[in-house]
């Protein structure tokens, strides 16, 4: 099934059949525009009965697309849709007041209030609030798809949004009603339409025309929802052509390009909900397998999980969660390529389908790590002789072209109801059993047991936590200043990364590592990336040419040719002089890498080199010639023992900064955080300092006006 039809703003091809038939309808559409246009229209015949009925039914068809709308918007987190679903709420209040103006529409030779000068007034009300609805809701529609932005629709929005279109369409109810008295008539003592009402028509044509073309912008990708905000537009844009040959309002003419308007706007909603209905049977069929590798979802496998878990509670029976990890899987997917390690996760996934039976389920759980659901029969030596089968299929070699792939797994095992009662506990303690496996070096499998320990529980929490925050973009960007070494002028800063967890900022050195062992650092790092993209262009229309701002890339984010992709092709790349990539001098980054031939086309692009915590690690002067660095950050731990007199400390920093001039790199002294230390690093000519002797990171906010004052 197509990703693209997972929600409604996806771009979709049309066929040629569907085009040849959306050019008839247009056609027969503005034909029939075209006969009301030119008929005859000057017989004033109030139809009450008539404008309760169409306006009910108008109001029903509303209210329907309002909830698809904000069902849709609930589930794709588009605020376009939410705009919509007020659109047409709105829409729906006022068809729902509008015969109370006339005569024996609700209550016989009565009218519940204003009269037909009102009724016209609400009816422009809503043909002019209408087009512009559209208008924007195509363009959030838009804007959100091309800024790759899924910001979600929280309850306080959707609450927010409700109460906006009450207060609107209250609004209109004051100015239509008790505002008649101070605009001029619509209607003339005949009911027939004045210069005025002319004047409306006209500029309500101009509006429409214009909202249309915006519509038609911002759904030139051919989505389903654009076409369809797009047919409403000529629908509104027909209506309005009708209204500047109507003689006057209210008549069988004015009524019959009123049912035209509603059949076409129903016939509408019906192809809504037939495309709305298509779509959630492609997500939950793209929910419930696999895309590479046809196994179950994880989301599938979790819903059988607690199907199966219920049973077993009634009947006293268990049910054995076997979570599967491959050893060393990365370096497949570095070292040959993702197309082979695609090769491999396939071949894995089929192999273990063929050692369980018919009953049980073997699911991906994601990356390279696989779930095996055992059902009946869960004897532990019957999970035992299936643990021995999966090690020894996995172990077979994979054969991929002309090569011949070795992979090993460790796995967890876990019982349900002995080890957990609920289908997430039960993996989480699946996932802790896999990872003492792992522990003891792999290729073997371990059954939870209390004395795991505590440590691995929260590790392993930590991991689905963080799964979790990822998945929803529970992240920000804090800021570390860059300063010259007198401390006066900040001259650039280092982006951190911060988790917010529970509302609370949590700092990189928390989860980053976590993450890199996870490989969840690769989302990680997009999340920061797009972010920076959003926030860059504000730090640097505040400061000067040389002003520069640095982001941290882990030797596995440059190995990842996607992601590296998506920052050259981003706005980072608009300025490249202005930022710095931070590398830290690690042994995986070997001269014919993946890794350093994107660092090299990262640098070629115009982007500067920094290596961090420089005198850490394994220091090779050979690998930092090649590595072309702008600048050297000198660990802390460098900077705190000179500063506090350590033997042979001031000397370590000495030889720091010899080794930058050699390379013709500035140097940045990291950690500095007592007058001693600063003294020390200013001494020895060191030219940027970062610590929190000068500044604490904080988000962006917190230093605009500061740096706009000491500009």
Request: proline fraction near 3%.
């Amino acid at each position: 099934m197509a990703q693209a039809l997972q929600s409604l703003d996806g771009p979709r091809p049309l066929s040629t059949r569907t085009r040849v038939g959306a050019v008839v309808l247009l056609i027969v559409y503005f034909a029939t525009v075209a006969v009301v246009f030119l008929l005859p229209d000057d017989q004033l015949t109030a139809l009450p009965s008539f404008a309760l009925a169409h306006a009910l039914v108008a109001s029903f068809v509303s209210a329907v697309t309002a909830l698809l709308m904000v069902n849709h918007a609930r589930s794709t987190g588009r605020r376009g849709y939410l705009m919509i679903g007020g659109t047409f709420l709105y829409m729906c209040l006022v068809l729902l007041v509008f015969p109370m103006y006339f005569v024996g529409a609700v209550i016989p030779d009565e009218r519940v209030w204003g009269g037909p000068q009102s009724a016209a007034n609400l009816f422009y009300a809503w043909h002019f609030a209408f087009p512009i609805g559209v208008a924007f809701s195509a363009y959030l529609l838009y804007f959100d798809q091309r800024s790759h932005r899924r910001p979600g629709v929280s309850r306080a929005q959707l609450t927010a949004g409700l109460l906006m279109t009450l207060a609107g369409f209250a609004v209109t109810l004051l100015l239509v009603t008790l505002g008649t008295g101070l605009l001029p008539d619509v209607l003339n003592a005949n009911g027939m339409s004045t210069t005025y009402s002319h004047l409306l028509d006209a500029l309500l044509v101009a509006l429409i025309l214009i909202c249309l073309a915006i519509t038609v912008f911002c759904a030139r990708n051919g989505s389903l929802i654009g076409i369809w905000l797009v047919a409403l537009m000529f629908l509104v844009l027909g209506e309005a052509v009708v209204n500047l040959g109507a003689s006057g309002r209210y008549t069988p003419g004015w009524y019959v390009g009123r049912l035209m308007w509603l059949i076409a706007v129903a016939a509408l909603l019906m192809a809504l909900i037939w495309n709305l209905s298509r779509v959630e049977r492609a997500n939950t069929e793209l929910a419930a397998f696999d895309s590479l590798t046809g196994a179950e979802s994880r989301i599938s496998l979790l819903d059988t999980m607690h199907r199966e878990i219920a049973r077993v509670r009634q009947t006293d029976g268990e049910v054995a969660m076997l979570w599967i990890d491959l050893d060393g899987f990365k370096g497949i997917n570095d070292q040959l390529g993702h197309q082979v390690g695609d090769h491999v996760l396939r071949e894995i996934a089929q192999r273990l389908s063929h050692q369980v039976r018919e009953g049980d389920h073997v699911g991906r759980l994601g990356g390279d790590e696989f779930g095996v659901l055992l059902c009946d029969d869960v004897q532990p030596t019957r999970v035992d002789a299936i643990a021995d089968r999966l090690l020894a299929t996995v172990r077979e070699p994979i054969r991929c072209e002309d090569l011949l792939v070795h992979v090993t797994a460790a796995i967890g095992i876990a019982l349900a109801p002995k080890d957990a009662t609920r289908a997430e506990d039960l993996l989480l303690c699946a996932d802790l059993a896999m990872y003492a496996a792992k522990g003891r070096g792999g290729d073997r499998y371990e059954r939870f047991n209390a004395s795991i320990g505590t440590e691995a529980v929260a590790k392993a929490r930590l991991r689905h936590e963080l799964t979790s925050a990822l998945r929803q973009g529970e992240f920000c960007l804090y800021y570390q200043p860059i300063y010259e070494a007198d401390g006066q002028r900040m001259a650039g800063v280092e982006v951190l990364a911060r988790w917010l967890r529970d509302g609370v900022a949590v700092p990189a050195g928390e989860f980053v590592p976590f993450a890199e062992e996870s490989g969840q650092i690769i989302s990680l790092g997009r999340i920061v990336l797009r972010q920076l993209a959003r926030e860059l262009p504000r730090w640097l229309d505040h400061h000067g040419p040389d002003f520069f701002v640095c982001v941290n890339l882990s030797v596995r984010e440059l190995a990842d040719g996607p992601l590296v992709e998506e920052l050259l092709d981003s706005d980072l790349t608009q300025r490249p002089s202005q930022l710095v990539i931070e590398i830290t001098e690690s042994l995986e980054l070997q001269e014919n890498s993946e890794a350093a031939a994107n660092l090299t086309r990262l640098r070629e692009a115009g982007m500067r080199i920094a290596i961090d915590d420089f005198g850490a690690g394994f220091s090779n002067f050979t690998r930092l010639e090649r590595l072309h660095p702008s600048l050297l950050k000198i660990d802390r731990s460098l900077v705190r023992r000179a500063g506090s007199e350590t033997e042979g400390g001031v000397a370590f920093l000495t030889a720091a900064t010899s080794v930058a001039a050699s390379l013709n790199c500035d140097v940045v002294a990291e950690g500095v955080e007592t007058l001693a230390e600063a003294q020390v690093v200013t001494l020895l000519g060191v030219r940027y300092v970062q610590g929190y002797r000068y500044c604490e990171p904080g988000p962006i906010e917190a230093f605009l006006e500061s740096s706009v004052s000491s500009l």
